[in-house]
């Protein structure tokens, strides 16, 4: 039975009020004695992330909050196993710090990195299950849970992928921290990349953007500054908290402060099919330290959007709390005034980062989920115009992208067409920004920053 055991986990007032609540999304575990061992080591196992880490991550975006700061997060809709190899994990970080170069830029402001990486495994389904050819299997719910093969074995629950899932985020941790603290992410070198992106035809138009780019690195360095310092970056690891069996199992009590920190990463976020307030996930993220993102949709109104933040941020404690709105490009100018005025006019001070891809999800006329390049960028436009027009901050950037040159969203300067999604679509799930397409995106705000 799922979420029955405690497993080994230490007590703490609270952290297993959850397991009383309706929960939705979770799996029904096929062998209950797989189960209760899996957990059990789980909770047995070293951290993956560090509660000092989590909390300066609270600063950093408690800055965001305040307009000093913007949050760049990005990563696959479904991270693998299979997925997790030295090559795709570079190419994603590599993406990330290219994209948070010319953003920071943009900005005149420090990005913060995020990935959805090192612990992304766990999806949330519209149908608990799948029909192919007349055949009914339980759906796939990302790797942690079961496999993507069409097979009943396959697609068994199988608590152990649990500890995979551990083992897979401790290994995509491991790379990460190296790149970002090994000169890999030298600001020179990242800003090189990007010159050779917009040296191709396709993206002329960004050519002068990186022009300025480069006169700056130049003004820096004639400054005196010291880029070996600049070497290194801060790298954030965030994923959706959805899956609770294995997030209890890995919050730990932090020796400094005595309080909880859900150590699975520096970041979790809540979906929006499990935001419901009197329900587990809530109520389980409610209770440990780390900074947590609440997605929602274009049905949210600003009275869930309160009695979110009563709930999660009752101290109204600044970078706690983080509202990813995710409206969908027709919605997004007429739904979001509301929600950001209603939050504004009671005081609290969050953050408000766009997700400009889970709202213009569309299948193509060859039957792929895909995103339009248009809608995704339309969606990015209308958060940034609600913004300015009521004075608040445009604060980050959450997005669906790989560093890699997959055929999985529409369009582009450099432009995808559906034809391309038969020998180019690798997603498991939800389609992905490729590395050109997360590059544009991040020229294209970075104007919008700018202006
Ligand atoms: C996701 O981020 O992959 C996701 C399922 O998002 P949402 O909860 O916003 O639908
Ligand atoms: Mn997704």
Redesign the pocket.
């Known amino acids: 039975m799922p979420g029955a055991a405690t497993g080994g986990a230490v007590a703490y007032p609270g952290l297993d009020d959850w397991r009383k609540l309706p929960i939705s999304q979770q799996p029904v575990w096929s062998d209950v004695s797989v189960y209760e061992s899996s957990v059990k080591e789980l909770s047995m196992l070293p951290p993956l992330v560090f509660a000092g880490e989590v909390d300066d991550l609270r600063d950093r975006l408690a800055l965001a909050a305040q307009g000093k700061a913007f949050l760049l997060q990005g990563g696959d ?2 991270e693998t196993f299979a997925g997790a190899t030295a090559d795709k994990i570079s190419a994603r970080v590599k993406t990330i710090l290219q994209m948070a170069v010319v953003l920071t830029y943009g900005a005149s402001m420090p990005v913060i990195k995020m990935g ?1 990486m090192a612990g992304q495994f766990a ?2 389904r519209s149908s608990n299950d799948e029909t192919r050819d007349g055949v009914t299997l339980p759906a796939f719910r990302g790797d942690i849970v079961n496999g993507f093969e069409f097979t009943p074995q396959s697609r068994a629950h199988d608590a152990s992928r649990m500890l995979k899932a551990y083992h897979t985020s401790a290994s995509t941790l491991n790379l990460i921290r190296a790149f970002t603290q090994g000169g890999f992410a030298d600001l020179r070198l990242v800003h090189q990349w990007n010159r050779g992106f917009t040296q191709n035809p396709a993206h002329a138009r960004y050519e002068s953007l990186a022009k300025d780019i480069d006169r700056a690195i130049k003004f820096m360095a004639s400054c005196g500054a010291d880029f070996e310092a600049l070497k290194r970056v801060e790298f954030f690891a965030s994923h ?1 908290a959805l899956l609770l069996d294995y997030e209890r199992a890995l919050t730990r009590i932090d020796s400094r402060t005595g309080l909880p920190y859900d150590t699975s990463g520096h970041f979790l ?1 809540i ?4 935001r419901e307030l009197d329900q587990a996930h809530i109520d389980f993220l409610s209770r440990v330290r780390n900074p947590i993102g609440v ?1 929602l ?1 274009p049905g949210t109104t600003g009275e869930d959007a309160l009695r979110l933040i009563d709930k999660l941020d009752p101290d109204r404690e600044p970078g706690r709390l983080t509202f ?1 709105t ?1 409206m969908g490009a027709r919605n997004i100018r007429e739904k979001l005034p509301q929600l950001v005025r209603k939050v504004t006019d009671s005081g609290a001070q969050v953050l408000w980062v766009t ?1 400009p ?2 709202g213009n999800t569309v299948t193509s006329p060859n039957g792929y989920k895909t995103r339009n390049f248009d809608d995704v960028i339309d969606e990015v436009r209308g958060f940034f115009e609600v913004h300015k027009s009521l004075g608040t901050f445009p604060g980050g950037l ?1 997005v ?1 992208m790989t560093g890699d040159d997959v055929a999985e969203c529409l369009g582009g300067a450099d432009p995808i067409d559906q034809e391309a999604f038969l020998e180019g679509y690798e997603s498991v ?2 389609p992905r920004l490729n590395h050109k397409q997360s590059l544009e995106m991040a020229f294209l705000v970075a104007g919008a920053l700018s202006n």
């Open positions: 809709c479904a959805r999806k949330p959706e976020w979906g929006e099919r499990t997605k949709g990813i995710r997700d891809m889970h959450h669906e799930c939800d």
